[in-house]
């Protein structure tokens, strides 16, 4: 025993394999989140920020690889936990009514997770396969300077946030962490975690909006 | 004490693969010191008079330590008071006049027999996967010579208070039957009696549970809201240390 094969035959292994990948997911956010929020200091700090991290080269790529590979698991895993939820159940009930168990962010985690994907697929059209020669600060002010692109943005980052919620709470209990002492600081810590990621992040198309001065 | 009238949608179901639907039936007068269970017997009682098949229904202790009885009452396994059985459940606690849709327990691993029965072997062939201890009987050890912390007693008591009744599955979104097994798991690797075997019953009761075709735990928690006997997910998150624990790091597949 031991591999990853027999974990992933296992529901309790996908779990973990989930929430593995999440936490990690979740720890990349945090360092995008600390990376955007250079963008507070003005438009050269934020573009000296981004000409650092292009210079890094071949450490970018290894980086990007490992990412998208991360994406792929947690998405696969996540898509073949939610058919296998459903076949579980084949015979709906006729009146469905909560236990008082479930919170906003649980019930809608499939389909946070699918407006994540389309994000990151329009994300990385924007400003990854993208004319890397503009300024990073313009190709912002550029794109989220437009309604429509900007509310798309803020939505996505919501969900990110609705994700989280119960996310960051619940890869705790899927790796056999729940403790009396620690529990109810995990489940606000989690709420924490998701308010702070999604009002930075959304900080940003909002600026970008409003603000007439914000990276000019 | 009073009487109330009810108007009482029961799922109506012949056997396995008969198509079922919800009947609708006038309760009569009911008085709500009845329990629920007895407000059945009262309708089926008329039912039989009229020559028409009663209503069937699991059940036996009818004292909520046995775990036979459930059904889902209004979308909520075993009615709507917290940590009560079916069987425990009042007519006090419903108003004239209420309109009530009782279901089965509905899981792929939970078939329904007739009715409201369901057949719940699925939680027997679990515990027969790994939920024992296999000690040799033989002279009565004394007692105390296996010294357990209070709290470990405790904890194992707690997890042991679960009575099979199958009404987390039921409340579960993905039909899972983690709480079930946790609680098992936690009641037995909690006492050194279980430790010998603990790896083995991890592994062995989660892989049954799989083939079984029970749903993936996406920790909902609204197991342990329905849980007539309050069984804490936190034995969810011990289950899933044991099972990490012996799958990663024990020589047992
Ligand atoms: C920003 C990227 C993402 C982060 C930080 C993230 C984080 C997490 C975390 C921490 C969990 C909890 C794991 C657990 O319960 O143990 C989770 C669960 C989940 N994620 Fe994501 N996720 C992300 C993107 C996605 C995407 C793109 C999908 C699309 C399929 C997705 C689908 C799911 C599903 C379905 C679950 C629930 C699994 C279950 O409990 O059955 N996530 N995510
Ligand atoms: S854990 Fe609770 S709901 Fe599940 S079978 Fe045991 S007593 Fe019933
Ligand atoms: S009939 Fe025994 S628990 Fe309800």
């Given at each position: 025993m031991g591999?990853?094969?027999?974990?992933?035959?296992?529901?309790?292994?996908?779990?973990?394999?989930?929430?593995?990948?999440?936490?990690?997911?979740?720890?990349?956010?945090?360092?995008?989140?600390?990376?955007?929020?250079?963008?507070?200091?003005?438009?050269?700090?934020?573009?000296?920020?981004?000409?650092?991290?292009?210079?890094?080269?071949?450490?970018?790529?290894?980086?990007?690889?490992?990412?998208?590979?991360?994406?792929?698991?947690?998405?696969?895993?996540?898509?073949?936990?939610?058919?296998?939820?459903?076949?579980?159940?084949?015979?709906?009930?006729?009146?469905?009514?909560?236990?008082?168990?479930?919170?906003?962010?649980?019930?809608?985690?499939?389909?946070?997770?699918?407006?994540?994907?389309?994000?990151?697929?329009?994300?990385?059209l924007n400003f990854h396969f993208t004319d890397k020669s503009v300024p990073v600060a313009d190709l912002v002010r550029g794109l989220l300077s437009r309604p429509p692109l900007a509310l798309f943005y803020i939505v996505s980052l919501l969900a990110v946030a609705l994700h989280l919620s119960h996310g960051a709470w619940s890869l705790f209990q899927s790796i056999g962490f729940n403790h009396d002492k620690y529990n109810g600081v995990l489940l606000k810590g989690a709420l924490a975690f998701s308010i702070l990621v999604g009002t930075v992040f959304i900080l940003i198309p909002v600026l970008a909006l409003v603000s007439r001065s914000f990276l000019l | 004490m009073s009487d109330i009238h009810l108007t009482l949608k029961i799922w109506r179901q012949e056997g396995p693969d008969a198509p079922g639907r919800l009947q609708t039936y006038a309760s009569g007068p009911i008085s709500t010191d009845m329990s629920f269970l007895e407000m059945l017997d009262v309708l089926n009682e008329r039912l039989t008079g009229e020559g028409e098949e009663p209503v069937a229904f699991d059940h036996d202790c009818r004292e909520g330590i046995?775990?036979?009885?459930?059904?889902?009452?209004?979308?909520?396994?075993?009615?709507?008071?917290?940590?009560?059985?079916?069987?425990?459940?009042?007519?006090r606690h419903f108003k004239d006049g209420d309109t009530l849709v009782i279901e089965p327990f509905r899981a792929r691993a939970f078939r329904i027999e007739k009715d409201l029965v369901v057949d719940r072997s699925g939680l027997d062939k679990m515990?027969?996967?790994?939920?024992?201890?296999?000690?040799?009987?033989?002279?009565?050890?004394?007692?105390?010579?296996?010294?357990?912390?209070?709290?470990?007693?405790?904890?194992?008591?707690?997890?042991?208070?679960?009575?099979?009744?199958?009404?987390?599955?039921?409340?579960?979104?993905?039909?899972?039957?983690?709480?079930f097994v946790a609680a098992k798991v936690s009641h037995l690797s909690l006492l050194p009696q279980g430790h010998p075997e603990r790896a083995r019953r991890a592994l062995d009761m989660v892989r049954e549970m799989d083939e079984l075709g029970f749903g993936n735990c996406s920790n909902e928690r609204e197991c342990e809201a329905a849980c007539p006997k309050g069984i804490s997910i936190r034995n969810i998150a011990r289950l899933n240390r044991e099972f990490l624990k012996a799958a990663i790091l024990s020589d047992e597949d």
């Amino acid at each position: 025993m031991g591999s990853i094969g027999s974990l992933y035959r296992s529901s309790v292994g996908k779990k973990s394999i989930m929430a593995a990948s999440g936490l990690l997911l979740s720890l990349f956010l945090l360092t995008h989140l600390l990376g955007n929020s250079v963008s507070f200091l003005g438009r050269d700090a934020f573009n000296a920020y981004a000409e650092k991290l292009h210079s890094l080269g071949g450490l970018v790529y290894v980086f990007e690889i490992g990412l998208l590979t991360l994406f792929l698991i947690h998405i696969i895993t996540g898509i073949i936990l939610y058919v296998e939820n459903l076949q579980a159940r084949p015979a709906r009930y006729s009146v469905n009514t909560a236990e008082g168990g479930r919170s906003w962010g649980s019930r809608t985690m499939p389909y946070t997770g699918v407006i994540i994907i389309v994000f990151i697929i329009v994300h990385l059209l924007n400003f990854h396969f993208t004319d890397k020669s503009v300024p990073v600060a313009d190709l912002v002010r550029g794109l989220l300077s437009r309604p429509p692109l900007a509310l798309f943005y803020i939505v996505s980052l919501l969900a990110v946030a609705l994700h989280l919620s119960h996310g960051a709470w619940s890869l705790f209990q899927s790796i056999g962490f729940n403790h009396d002492k620690y529990n109810g600081v995990l489940l606000k810590g989690a709420l924490a975690f998701s308010i702070l990621v999604g009002t930075v992040f959304i900080l940003i198309p909002v600026l970008a909006l409003v603000s007439r001065s914000f990276l000019l | 004490m009073s009487d109330i009238h009810l108007t009482l949608k029961i799922w109506r179901q012949e056997g396995p693969d008969a198509p079922g639907r919800l009947q609708t039936y006038a309760s009569g007068p009911i008085s709500t010191d009845m329990s629920f269970l007895e407000m059945l017997d009262v309708l089926n009682e008329r039912l039989t008079g009229e020559g028409e098949e009663p209503v069937a229904f699991d059940h036996d202790c009818r004292e909520g330590i046995c775990g036979m009885c459930g059904a889902v009452v209004n979308g909520h396994p075993h009615g709507p008071e917290k940590e009560t059985t079916l069987c425990q459940l009042h007519m006090r606690h419903f108003k004239d006049g209420d309109t009530l849709v009782i279901e089965p327990f509905r899981a792929r691993a939970f078939r329904i027999e007739k009715d409201l029965v369901v057949d719940r072997s699925g939680l027997d062939k679990m515990i027969t996967a790994g939920g024992f201890v296999s000690v040799n009987t033989g002279g009565a050890p004394d007692a105390n010579a296996i010294p357990i912390p209070q709290k470990n007693a405790e904890e194992a008591m707690d997890a042991a208070a679960c009575i099979g009744c199958g009404a987390c599955v039921a409340a579960c979104p993905n039909a899972s039957a983690m709480l079930f097994v946790a609680a098992k798991v936690s009641h037995l690797s909690l006492l050194p009696q279980g430790h010998p075997e603990r790896a083995r019953r991890a592994l062995d009761m989660v892989r049954e549970m799989d083939e079984l075709g029970f749903g993936n735990c996406s920790n909902e928690r609204e197991c342990e809201a329905a849980c007539p006997k309050g069984i804490s997910i936190r034995n969810i998150a011990r289950l899933n240390r044991e099972f990490l624990k012996a799958a990663i790091l024990s020589d047992e597949d």
